[in-house]
C-alpha cells in the first residue's frame, strides 16, 4: 500500500470511529461469542425481531396447502392437482379437515404438529390487481386505498413497514430493517428505508470495475466518509445531500463490517439462494443486531407453465432453509422472539392453463411461524365454489392482508399501530 | 409599495465563463463546453434573448421540429376495462400502456436534448405547473396535444394559456371536468384552477370556487372512434359560429375576474423562482415587483424571465450550484457531459422509474415536489447506478469525454484534472476530497481509468447539485 492510500484509510478509519458505528451491534457479545467453540450458548433477546419471507411472482396458493378434501379442486385441475395420497395432510384440528400440504413441505407439518404454524387462509384485498408490481406494491405500502391509487402513486409513498419505523424506532439507524434485493416499499418511511444486506464482497484498492456494486467500494467509501464533517460553508441543500449519502455509506458499511466479522461461522443452512440469506439473517440476530424486521426473497413464483417441478423445487428450498433457520433460533432460545411471515403478491387462478402451469389470481394462503404464534389454521379453507372464485378465476378475499400486518405488529411486536394500519382492518389475534 | 424593490442587474463588468455555465443549466439542461464559451462571449443580454426565443446560446443547430408520428398516436390503445379481458389480455395491454407511456418519454427527453433546451426547460415548468397525468388521462393523443400546447404558449401569455389548458382536453379528463353534474358541481376542478393555477392557497374565498364550479357545468367531451382522439376533439357548445360558445365565454370572462385580483401573478412568480432560481425563501418585495411588471406586460411569461436572468440576484453565490438537479436535469446534464447526442434508452428507463420523476405521471396535482424531496437513500443509491450506465454510455460514443480528458491529463495532469473536476462538479469540493482526487489522478493510466474517475465525480455529493 503507498502512502495516500494509507493517509486517506486512516481518514476513513478515524471517520468511522468518530459516529462510533459498531454501537448498535454489541461488540463485546459478538467477541464473546467468536470465542467459544463449544455449543451455542443461549442468547437473550433485546426485542421481537419478524422475518418477511416474500415469494416473488405470485405463489399458487392452492398447491401450497392444498384443499384435498373438495372435489373442485381436482376437477379445476387435472394434470397438475397434487394427488390426495401425496398430500402431507395436517392432522389433529378439525378447522384442518380435508387440507394439507405441498408434498416437499415436511418440516411445515412437524411446525403444525408443534403448534407453532400458523395458516391463515385466503389473504388478499377486495378489486385485486393481477399486476406483479402493482400487486405487489400494494402489499408493501399497507395503505387502506392502495388498490385503487395508481401505481406511481404508490410508489411514491410509505410503506406498512416503514411506519412502524418511523413511529416506534425514533433515533435508531436504518439498520432497524435489512433486505435482500432492491430498496423495498414496505420498508419506507420519512426516517427510514432499511440496509441491504445482499452478499456483498469488498475489493481490494485499486480502480474498480464498472460491474462492481460502488458502494462497496474501498476508495469510493472513502470519498463519501472523507465528505462529511467537511461543509460547513457550502450550503443547506449540498449538506443534506451529503448527509444523506454518509448515512447511506454508514449504514451499508456497518451492516458489512458486521457481516465480515460473523460470516464464518454458524450453523448448517442448505446452500440455496434463500439457505444462505438465512443462515445471515440468523447470524445478524443471534449476535444482537437492532434490526427488527429482515426481509428475505425467493423468485420464480410465476408458475404460468410446467408448474409442478418449479414449485416443488422452490418448497423444497423454503421447506429446508426454514428447517435450519427455525432450528437454529430454537437453540439459541430465541425461538419465541423471532417470528416468520410469507407471503406473495398474489395467489392464483383455481383452473389450470393449458400449459401445465396457472395465471395469474387473487387471494392466497399467508404462513406465520415461531415468535409463540398460536399454531391454527384461520379463516375457512377456499370452498372453491361459484361465489367465491372471482370473474377471471382468481380466488375471493377473505381476509385483509392488513389485518395480518395489524396482529404482528399490535401483538407480536406489541406496538399502536395508530397512523400505520387503516382502523378498517382490525388485527386478527395470530399471538 | 412594490417600487422600491426594483432588481439589481448584474453589471457587465461581472458577467463571466462560470456565469454563463450557470445560465445555461438553470434556463435550459446545461450546455457544452463549446455552448458555454460561445454563451459567454455573446454577454448576458443577448444570450436572454435567445433563451427567451426558445434558443439554446451557442447551438449550432436551429432548434429541433420533430414532431410526433401521428401513426404512432393512432396505435396507442386504451386501457381495456379490467373485469372484460383475459388474463394474458390484461397483461399485454398494462405492457402496451408502459411501452406508449416511455415513448412518449423517450421522445420529449430527446427533444429537450435537441438544441432547443430553453424552450423544452419552460414546456417541464408547464407541466410541473399545470399538470396532468397520463395514468388518469389515459390518452396520449391528449397528452401530446396539452404537451404541445406548453410549447406554443411557452413564454408567452399566462393568461390565456391558463383559458386554453383548462378547455384542452387532457386537463378536461385529469380534473373531470366534464363529470360535472348540475347537482353536484365540481369543486375541485375549480379548487385548482384557484390555488395551484392563479391564486394559491389561502388566497380566494370558497364563494369564488362555487361560482367557477357552476359555470363548467354541463362541460363535454366528445370523442370519435373513426378518427384520431386529439383530432376529433371538440366540446359541447363549442360548435357556435365564433368557435366560442356563450358557456366558454362565460368561463373566460371569470377567469379573467380571477386575473384581476391584485394578488394573480404572485403565485406564477414564486413558482417560477422556485424552478429556475432557488427553493429558499423568494423576497416578497421582488414577487411583488415581477407580478407587477407581469400584469403590466399583459401577462408576458418573458417578461419575468427576462428580469429574472438579467438580475444579480440570479448570480448570487447562495443561488450558483445551490439547487438539487430534478432527475431529468441529471439525465440530460449527464448526456451533455459525456458527449452523447440521443438519449440512452436504458438511461431514460432507469431515470423514469427508479429517481422519482416519470415524465407525463406526476405523483398528483402539484406536480413534483422537488429540491431535497428528490434525494434520499434509495434514489441518492438510483442515482450512483444512473452514473454507471452513463459512464457505460460514454464508453460506446465516437467521441467520449473521457478520450478527451485523457489526452488532456496526459500532456498536462493537473490541468486536465481541474478542467475534468470544472466539466462535472459545479460546486468547489471540500480540500479533504480535492486531495483525495488528485491522489487518484496519478494513477491514471489508461482511457478506462478515466472513466472510472468520472464514475467517482459522478457519485459525489457535490454532483447532485446544478
Known amino acids: 500500500?503507498?502512502?495516500?492510500?494509507?493517509?486517506?484509510?486512516?481518514?476513513?478509519?478515524?471517520?468511522?470511529?468518530?459516529?462510533?458505528?459498531?454501537?448498535?451491534?454489541?461488540?463485546?457479545?459478538?467477541?464473546?461469542?467468536?470465542?467459544?467453540?463449544?455449543?451455542?450458548?443461549?442468547?437473550?433477546?433485546?426485542?421481537?425481531?419478524?422475518?418477511?419471507?416474500?415469494?416473488?411472482?405470485?405463489?399458487?396458493?392452492?398447491?401450497?396447502?392444498?384443499?384435498?378434501?373438495?372435489?373442485?379442486?381436482?376437477?379445476?385441475?387435472?394434470?397438475?392437482?397434487?394427488?390426495?395420497?401425496?398430500?402431507?395432510?395436517?392432522?389433529?384440528?378439525?378447522?384442518?379437515?380435508?387440507?394439507?400440504?405441498?408434498?416437499?413441505?415436511?418440516?411445515?407439518?412437524?411446525?403444525?404438529?408443534?403448534?407453532?404454524?400458523?395458516?391463515?387462509?385466503?389473504?388478499?384485498?377486495?378489486?385485486?390487481?393481477?399486476?406483479?408490481?402493482?400487486?405487489?406494491?400494494?402489499?408493501?405500502?399497507?395503505?387502506?386505498?392502495?388498490?385503487?391509487?395508481?401505481?406511481?402513486?404508490?410508489?411514491?409513498?410509505?410503506?406498512?413497514?416503514?411506519?412502524?419505523?418511523?413511529?416506534?424506532?425514533?433515533?435508531?439507524?436504518?439498520?432497524?430493517?435489512?433486505?435482500?434485493?432492491?430498496?423495498?416499499?414496505?420498508?419506507?418511511?420519512?426516517?427510514?428505508?432499511?440496509?441491504?444486506?445482499?452478499?456483498?464482497?469488498?475489493?481490494?484498492?485499486?480502480?474498480?470495475?464498472?460491474?462492481?456494486?460502488?458502494?462497496?467500494?474501498?476508495?469510493?467509501?472513502?470519498?463519501?466518509?472523507?465528505?462529511?464533517?467537511?461543509?460547513?460553508?457550502?450550503?443547506?441543500?449540498?449538506?443534506?445531500?451529503?448527509?444523506?449519502?454518509?448515512?447511506?455509506?454508514?449504514?451499508?458499511?456497518?451492516?458489512?463490517?458486521?457481516?465480515?466479522?460473523?460470516?464464518?461461522?454458524?450453523?448448517?443452512?442448505?446452500?440455496?439462494?434463500?439457505?444462505?440469506?438465512?443462515?445471515?439473517?440468523?447470524?445478524?440476530?443471534?449476535?444482537?443486531?437492532?434490526?427488527?424486521?429482515?426481509?428475505?426473497?425467493?423468485?420464480?413464483?410465476?408458475?404460468?407453465?410446467?408448474?409442478?417441478?418449479?414449485?416443488?423445487?422452490?418448497?423444497?428450498?423454503?421447506?429446508?432453509?426454514?428447517?435450519?433457520?427455525?432450528?437454529?433460533?430454537?437453540?439459541?432460545?430465541?425461538?419465541?422472539?423471532?417470528?416468520?411471515?410469507?407471503?406473495?403478491?398474489?395467489?392464483?387462478?383455481?383452473?389450470?392453463?393449458?400449459?401445465?402451469?396457472?395465471?395469474?389470481?387473487?387471494?392466497?394462503?399467508?404462513?406465520?411461524?415461531?415468535?409463540?404464534?398460536?399454531?391454527?389454521?384461520?379463516?375457512?379453507?377456499?370452498?372453491?365454489?361459484?361465489?367465491?372464485?372471482?370473474?377471471?378465476?382468481?380466488?375471493?378475499?377473505?381476509?385483509?392482508?392488513?389485518?395480518?400486518?395489524?396482529?404482528?405488529?399490535?401483538?407480536?411486536?406489541?406496538?399502536?399501530?395508530?397512523?400505520?394500519?387503516?382502523?378498517?382492518?382490525?388485527?386478527?389475534?395470530l399471538f | 409599495m412594490f417600487m422600491r424593490a426594483t432588481i439589481e442587474k448584474l453589471p457587465k463588468a461581472k458577467w463571466t465563463r462560470q456565469h454563463a455555465a450557470h445560465l445555461l443549466k438553470r434556463a435550459s439542461f446545461s450546455g457544452s463546453s463549446v455552448e458555454i464559451n460561445e454563451c459567454f462571449h455573446l454577454g448576458l443580454e443577448a444570450s436572454v434573448k435567445l433563451i427567451l426565443a426558445g434558443r439554446q446560446p451557442g447551438a449550432v443547430s436551429s432548434p429541433s421540429r420533430k414532431r410526433i408520428d401521428p401513426q404512432f398516436l393512432a396505435e396507442i390503445p386504451q386501457l381495456p376495462n379490467q373485469k372484460h379481458v383475459s388474463d394474458d389480455g390484461m397483461k399485454t395491454a398494462y405492457q402496451k400502456h408502459q411501452q406508449k407511456l416511455f415513448t412518449l418519454q423517450m421522445q420529449w427527453l430527446q427533444r429537450m436534448l435537441d438544441s432547443g433546451g430553453p424552450l423544452e426547460k419552460i414546456v417541464l415548468f408547464w407541466h410541473g405547473m399545470l399538470t396532468s397525468s397520463y395514468t388518469k388521462v389515459n390518452s396520449a393523443g391528449f397528452i401530446v396535444r396539452q404537451n404541445q400546447l406548453f410549447r406554443e404558449c411557452a413564454f408567452g401569455d399566462y393568461r390565456a394559456l391558463v383559458k386554453r389548458v383548462l378547455l384542452d382536453p387532457a386537463m378536461v379528463v385529469y380534473l373531470d371536468i366534464d363529470k360535472n353534474k348540475r347537482t353536484k358541481p365540481n369543486e375541485n376542478f375549480a379548487r385548482e384552477l384557484l390555488e395551484m393555477f392563479t391564486l394559491g392557497e389561502g388566497n380566494y374565498q370558497s364563494a369564488l370556487i362555487k361560482k367557477i364550479a357552476r359555470e363548467i357545468v354541463g362541460l363535454r367531451l366528445k370523442r370519435r372512434k373513426d378518427k384520431l382522439p386529439y383530432e376529433t376533439l371538440d366540446l359541447k357548445g363549442m360548435e357556435a359560429n365564433s368557435g366560442f360558445s356563450d358557456q366558454e365565454r362565460r368561463l373566460s370572462r371569470l377567469i379573467d375576474s380571477v386575473f384581476d385580483l391584485p394578488v394573480c401573478g404572485e403565485l406564477l412568480v414564486r413558482r417560477l423562482w422556485k424552478f429556475y432560481v432557488s427553493e429558499d425563501q423568494v423576497d416578497e418585495d421582488r414577487v411583488k415587483f415581477l407580478a407587477y411588471e407581469l400584469r403590466k406586460s399583459g401577462w408576458k411569461i418573458s417578461v419575468v424571465l427576462e428580469q429574472i436572468f438579467l438580475s444579480e440576484a440570479f448570480f448570487d453565490t447562495s443561488v450558483i450550484s445551490q439547487q438539487i438537479k430534478s432527475p431529468v436535469q441529471y439525465l440530460l446534464q449527464a448526456h451533455k457531459e459525456v458527449g452523447a447526442v440521443t438519449i440512452d434508452p436504458q438511461a431514460a428507463l432507469y431515470t423514469m422509474q427508479k429517481l422519482g420523476q416519470s415524465l407525463f405521471n406526476p405523483p398528483n396535482v402539484s406536480g413534483w415536489s422537488a429540491g431535497m424531496t428528490w434525494i434520499n437513500g434509495t434514489t441518492l443509491s438510483a442515482r450512483y447506478e444512473l452514473s454507471k450506465i452513463m459512464v457505460r454510455v460514454m464508453g460506446r460514443q465516437s467521441n467520449p469525454a473521457s478520450k478527451a480528458f485523457y489526452e488532456l491529463m496526459k500532456k498536462n495532469r493537473d490541468q486536465g484534472l481541474l478542467i475534468m473536476l470544472d466539466h462535472f462538479i459545479a460546486t468547489s469540493l471540500p480540500a479533504v476530497k480535492s486531495e483525495l482526487f488528485v491522489a487518484m489522478a496519478k494513477r491514471v493510466k489508461s482511457e478506462e481509468h478515466v472513466e472510472i474517475f468520472i464514475l467517482y465525480l459522478m457519485c459525489m455529493p457535490e454532483y447532485q447539485m446544478c
Open chain 1, 1 to 429: 500500500m503507498n502512502s495516500e492510500n494509507e493517509i486517506s484509510l486512516s481518514l476513513a478509519r478515524r471517520e468511522f470511529m468518530k459516529t462510533g458505528l459498531l454501537a448498535s451491534f454489541s461488540l463485546p457479545t459478538l467477541l464473546n461469542y467468536s470465542a467459544l467453540a463449544g455449543p451455542i450458548p443461549k442468547v437473550t433477546a433485546k426485542h421481537k425481531t419478524l422475518v418477511i419471507i416474500q415469494l416473488d411472482g405470485g405463489n399458487d396458493g392452492l398447491n401450497t396447502v392444498v384443499p384435498w378434501g373438495n372435489s373442485r379442486y381436482y376437477r379445476a385441475r387435472e394434470n397438475i392437482a397434487i394427488k390426495e395420497a401425496d398430500v402431507l395432510k395436517f392432522t389433529g384440528v378439525k378447522a384442518a379437515e380435508g387440507l394439507g400440504v405441498h408434498p416437499q413441505m415436511e418440516y411445515f407439518t412437524e411446525l403444525f404438529q408443534e403448534g407453532k404454524l400458523a395458516v391463515i387462509n385466503n389473504v388478499g384485498y377486495a378489486q385485486p390487481n393481477r399486476s406483479h408490481f402493482k400487486s405487489g406494491a400494494i402489499w408493501e405500502s399497507g395503505l387502506d386505498g392502495a388498490a385503487m391509487a395508481s401505481e406511481d402513486q404508490i410508489r411514491n409513498s410509505s410503506g406498512w413497514i416503514g411506519r412502524y419505523f418511523d413511529k416506534h424506532c425514533g433515533g435508531e439507524s436504518n439498520l432497524v430493517g435489512a433486505y435482500y434485493g432492491d430498496s423495498p416499499l414496505a420498508m419506507r418511511g420519512q426516517a427510514f428505508t432499511g440496509t441491504s444486506i445482499s452478499d456483498l464482497q469488498s475489493q481490494p484498492f485499486g480502480f474498480m470495475k464498472l460491474g462492481e456494486d460502488m458502494a462497496l467500494h474501498p476508495a469510493f467509501r472513502k470519498m463519501q466518509e472523507a465528505a462529511k464533517n467537511a461543509d460547513e460553508s457550502s450550503g443547506e441543500k449540498l449538506s443534506f445531500v451529503r448527509n444523506v449519502a454518509a448515512e447511506t455509506q454508514t449504514s451499508t458499511d456497518q451492516m458489512r463490517k458486521f457481516l465480515a466479522d460473523v460470516k464464518q461461522r454458524g450453523g448448517d443452512f442448505p446452500r440455496t439462494k434463500l439457505g444462505k440469506q438465512l443462515g445471515m439473517i440468523s447470524e445478524l440476530i443471534i449476535n444482537g443486531g437492532d434490526t427488527r424486521v429482515y426481509q428475505a426473497r425467493i423468485g420464480g413464483f410465476d408458475t404460468h407453465s410446467g408448474q409442478a417441478a418449479k414449485h416443488a423445487r422452490l418448497w423444497k428450498e423454503i421447506n429446508d432453509a426454514l428447517r435450519a433457520f427455525m432450528g437454529r433460533m430454537k437453540s439459541t432460545g430465541l425461538d419465541n422472539d423471532v417470528a416468520v411471515m410469507t407471503y406473495s403478491e398474489f395467489g392464483r387462478q383455481l383452473k389450470e392453463n393449458g400449459t401445465g402451469g396457472t395465471d395469474h389470481g387473487a387471494a392466497a394462503p399467508v404462513f406465520i411461524i415461531g415468535g409463540g404464534v398460536k399454531g391454527a389454521i384461520y379463516g375457512k379453507p377456499p370452498t372453491l365454489k361459484g361465489d367465491q372464485v372471482n370473474n377471471y378465476g382468481g380466488l375471493a378475499y377473505e381476509i385483509d392482508f392488513r389485518s395480518v400486518y395489524k396482529s404482528i405488529l399490535e401483538e407480536y411486536l406489541k406496538v399502536d399501530t395508530i397512523g400505520i394500519i387503516s382502523d378498517k382492518y382490525p388485527a386478527l389475534k
